[in-house]
């Protein structure tokens, strides 16, 4: 009776083995392909995307020493909510010199105008005096002339004297209201240069009044909160950061490889990080950048000069929400996977 060696019987598991390992291989690698060709080809993915958002800097336009901040850090504001407030003593005092100065300029063109009057009835004057000196001398002049030596000669010349005064008396009057009305001409107390002027001059003051509250732009949750009671800050400097959570989108730096299989409006899903694949949002490719990530870097490569290495570039796409989140919402700077379907 013969029996089996330990050998030919260890050689046969091994084979045994050897073939279950090949045929798992083989059995995943059809399933796989199976996959890709049924659906795998018609996705392109990244986990290099990153949750995007509208980060509202709230800046003063005037100089001032802050009172009051009404908002701090995580809190909820809606848009046109005070979140600041700046000393109002010196505005105050610059509006109501303004409201002064505009009220004396009022005065002051409404004087013009009663001038302007007042020249106009004196031209009228002077040359109704005018009018009687001609007709004074015309009526000596005729009777002298019927009748010699009837009127002396020293009257008459008086007579003609006082024509001639009257006449420059009227060009002067008349120069007088031209000169008048180069500052009145064609204006109304409304409308005059000067007035208009001062009346800009209040607004101004009044916005630079007004501009001491500062009111949320928009609607979202206060993030860097840098300004303090007792500050004193000028026109641009950051004082805190609104972000509106429902305007956030997501950047997915897809490979060039990937691109020619991608177009604007195809369907996407995404998986954030911070919720894991329990959550799916979903969204639409709304749009691709102008360039790779590389071309808009603050040192961008200069691939022209030294030793070149090819590398493969990513260019930002823009991913818009079809279903925006709400109870579970997306922060900026959030890391999350993106499933684009290309079919």
Do not use: C
């Not at 040359?127 to 019927?146: G, H, T, Y």
């Amino acid at each position: 009776m013969s029996k089996t060696s330990p050998i030919a019987g260890a050689n046969g598991r091994r084979r045994l083995l050897l073939s279950a390992v090949i045929a798992a291989f083989a059995a995943a690698g059809i399933a796989y392909g199976g996959w890709w060709f049924a659906s795998g080809r018609y996705h392109e993915s990244t986990d290099d995307a990153y949750v995007g958002g509208n980060l509202v800097q709230v800046t003063p336009q005037v100089a001032g020493t802050v009172l009051a901040i009404h908002a701090d850090d995580t809190d909820f504001v809606t848009s046109g909510q005070t979140l600041v407030e700046l000393d109002k003593a010196d505005s105050r005092v610059a509006l109501d010199q303004a409201e002064a100065q505009l009220a004396k300029t009022v005065r002051s063109v409404r004087n013009l105008l009663a001038t302007d009057s007042q020249l106009q009835a004196n031209v009228e004057q002077r040359r109704a005096e005018l009018a009687r000196a001609r007709e004074d001398f015309a009526r000596r002049s005729k009777l002298d002339a019927d009748v010699p030596g009837a009127v002396a000669a020293e009257e008459l010349q008086h007579a003609r004297d006082a024509v001639a005064a009257a006449t420059a008396a009227l060009d002067a009057a008349s120069r007088q209201l031209a000169a008048q009305r180069t500052l009145t001409d064609h204006t109304t107390i409304d409308t005059h240069p000067d007035v208009r002027d001062a009346a800009a001059k209040v607004r101004e003051a009044y916005l630079a009044y007004a501009r001491t509250a500062l009111p949320a732009p928009v609607s979202g949750f206060v993030a860097r909160r840098a300004v303090q009671v007792g500050q004193r800050v000028g026109p641009g400097a950051p004082l805190m950061t609104v972000v509106p959570l429902d305007q956030v989108w997501v950047d997915a730096n897809f490979k060039e490889s990937q691109l020619p299989n991608l177009r604007a409006g195809q369907p996407v899903k995404l998986i954030a990080d911070a919720y894991g694949g329990a959550v799916e949002y979903h969204g639409k490719v709304a749009g691709f950048g102008a360039g790779t990530g590389s071309a808009f870097a603050l040192l961008p490569a200069q691939n022209a000069t030294g030793n070149w290495i090819k590398v493969v570039q990513r260019v930002p796409v823009r991913i818009a929400w079809v279903r925006p989140p709400r109870d579970l919402a997306l922060l900026p700077g959030l890391s999350a996977d993106v499933t684009v379907y290309v079919k």
